[in-house]
């Protein structure tokens, strides 16, 4: 994504208005999510060793940042997310089905491209419930996306109590779209072009399949083959006004049970990760059935709190460029 910088874009709050808005919001939020799920908040880490495998490896192609610690004389990494560490924390806390855990995770990922949403640090809850193998279905996926939902739309008005002069953001429904419909739709568009265009269309998608194939043989977005089954995930999408373009909130999916983890390995080409603690506990079918995901709280903030670049509500390093290219625009970075 390229920055973008809105045309006569002009906040009104400042600094320390947006300071005490962040946390108010953030609190609000995270506050009717655990009440709308049933979740449980818990401690997490910052980093985990290699051989457990249950580092998100994202993309496959994003290197985590790493360092010695002494007295194992072993390296271990700071998270990219919490995706596969959760499912062991549900089963460690001894966590009942229909019930469920957050976190608040902090990454840093340093191969990001940085722009209006991207950042080297992370912050997001990370949130898992537990369920039934049973309950591995898509109409399964769809209740708990309402109910997440539901969440984002409180938030709105929540927010719209505290600033009456905003416009709301979201629409009374969410739409489900799947990867490949978008592809049908508009199959010379690249996949960023036809999020584009859906959200533009709906306000608010939830985008479906994301990590496996399309009829084209290309993907929509990559997704780590190990924690989310490709056939029962997806991405809140929803449309970003300020500047005029799609904004995701949230990733989160079904978790592979222990055929679709041999299966997306395979197609990934990453069955040597099998060696892993994570992985030969789940293929052993010690691992509970679960559905989890992410929201990132800098990016809520961005969106609900009408922002322009993610460097005005996150303090992060920026480019001299950008920096000054957001200056001249109003828009003070962090």
């Known amino acids: ?33 655990a009440s709308e799920l049933n979740l449980l908040r818990v401690s997490s880490p910052l980093f985990v060793l ?9 993309n496959g192609i994003e290197t985590p940042v790493s360092f010695t ?4 004389n072993k390296k271990a990494e700071i998270v990219h997310s919490l995706a596969k560490w959760k499912r062991t924390a549900i089963k ?3 966590i009942p089905v229909n019930e469920g855990i957050y976190t608040d995770m902090n990454a840093i990922r340093k191969d990001e491209d940085l722009d209006n949403l991207h950042s080297l640090y992370v912050d997001q809850w990370d949130w898992e419930y537990h369920i039934e193998k049973s309950d591995r279905t898509y109409e399964k996926l769809e209740w708990i996306v309402r109910k997440i939902f539901d969440v984002f739309k409180r938030t709105d008005d929540f927010i719209l109590s ?10 009374d ?5 799947s990867s490949q419909e978008l592809e049908d739709e508009w199959p010379n568009l690249t996949a960023k072009e036809r999020e584009r265009e859906i959200v533009k269309r709906h306000k608010a998608v939830f985008l479906t399949g994301i990590g496996k194939a399309l009829e084209s043989g290309e993907k929509h977005d990559g997704r780590s083959p190990d924690y989310d089954d490709w056939d029962l995930n997806g991405d809140f999408l929803f449309y970003n006004p300020v500047l005029d373009d799609v904004i995701e909130l949230s990733s989160m999916g079904i978790r592979v049970d222990e055929e679709a983890l041999e299966r997306q390995l395979e197609i990934a080409g990453a069955e040597d990760r099998k060696k892993f603690e994570y992985h030969r506990d789940l293929l052993n079918g010690d691992l509970p059935y679960t559905i989890g995901g992410g929201i990132g709280q800098s990016r809520i903030c961005l969106f609900f709190l009408r922002k322009a670049h993610i460097g005005e509500v996150q303090v992060g390093i920026w480019p001299k460029g950008m920096v000054k290219d957001c200056a001249a625009a109003g828009i003070h970075l962090l």
């Open 1 to 33: 994504m390229v920055m973008i910088i809105p045309k006569d874009y002009k906040c009104e709050m400042g600094v320390l208005e947006t300071q005490k808005a962040i946390k108010e919001l953030k609190d609000f939020f995270q506050n009717e999510l």
């Open 50 to 58: 290699p051989e457990t495998g249950t580092n998100d490896n994202l």
């Open 69 to 72: 610690v002494p007295f194992l």
């Open 92 to 94: 460690k806390y001894e």
């Open 162 to 171: 505290k600033y009456p002069d905003f416009e709301p953001l979201l629409p």
């Open 173 to 177: 429904e969410i739409t489900f779209v």
